[in-house]
């Protein structure tokens, strides 16, 4: 079946640090793939999103590129910030022909000043 | 502009009691999603719902939990003789075409944080 991996955290940056996230996927098909950022007490919120091959998501500053050859959409940021830390979700839909979306286990990011 | 709403945002139950969530999607979304959180883990689907309609429920346990989403009013998801091992967040998504027709793109809810004691 699909399956989403993306690296544990949690990760720790200073501030206006550069910001990569790394993902992954499995998936019959050609998904959809998708960020997703969850702060504390909060529901997911559509990050950014991109629907083929490189397709590039962007929203906020945080980019990532759809690469089919190496089946990864990694999420990167130039210059974090403090009001950047959260858990961030990686996840993909379509691609065994389900609804539902598939999602990795998240990576909690934190940011110092 | 609502966004989707999840009630109550808390719910503490003892085991063997019944848990309702609910769910009220955005406005002109007619499709429903439920998933499960549990505590260091990521989202799993459990069902996808149109009004009056279960589409794949292929996520969701196969005892003890149903959904629902009928003409009028929120979706529910109901979880029956609850015990220690459902407490989770579950959250609600919507869409306004199946995954198929808008690639996959879903909004969520604040979710509902479930605790079975």
């Known amino acids: 079946g699909d399956s989403v991996t993306q690296m544990e955290g949690p990760v720790t940056l200073s501030e206006e640090a550069f910001l990569t996230i790394n993902c992954t996927y499995t998936?019959?098909?050609?998904?959809?793939l998708f960020w997703y950022v969850q702060y504390p007490g909060e529901g997911l919120q559509l990050l950014l999103k991109?629907?083929?091959?490189?397709d590039k998501g962007s929203n906020k500053g945080f980019e990532a590129t759809y690469r089919k050859e190496t089946t990864s959409f990694h999420l990167e940021k130039g210059s974090v910030q403090v009001s950047d830390s959260a858990v961030y979700f990686c996840a993909l839909g379509g691609g065994g022909g389900a609804d539902g979306l598939t999602f990795g286990k998240g990576t909690h990011l934190i940011i110092q000043p | 502009n609502a966004g989707v709403m999840q009630n109550p945002r808390h719910l503490v139950r003892r085991r063997g009691q019944e848990a309702r969530l609910r769910c009220s999607p955005m406005?002109?979304?007619?499709?429903v999603y439920w998933y499960r959180q549990l505590p260091e883990e990521g989202l799993k689907f459990m069902v996808y719902?149109?009004?009056?309609?279960?589409?794949?429920e292929s996520g969701m346990p196969k005892e003890r939990f149903s959904a629902e989403f009928p003409k009028e009013g929120p979706s529910i998801l109901r979880i029956q003789q609850v015990v220690r091992g459902d407490s989770a967040a579950y959250f609600c998504?919507?869409?306004?075409?199946?995954?198929?027709?808008?690639?996959?793109?879903?909004?969520f809810g604040p979710g509902t944080r479930l605790t079975v004691t």
């Open positions: 719902l149109q009004k009056e309609n279960i589409i794949d």
């Open positions: 998504a919507s869409s306004t075409t199946s995954g198929r027709e808008n690639s996959y793109e879903q909004y």
């Open positions: 406005k002109g979304h007619s499709h």
């Open positions: 998936a019959t098909g050609y998904p959809s």
């Open positions: 991109a629907t083929k091959a490189d």
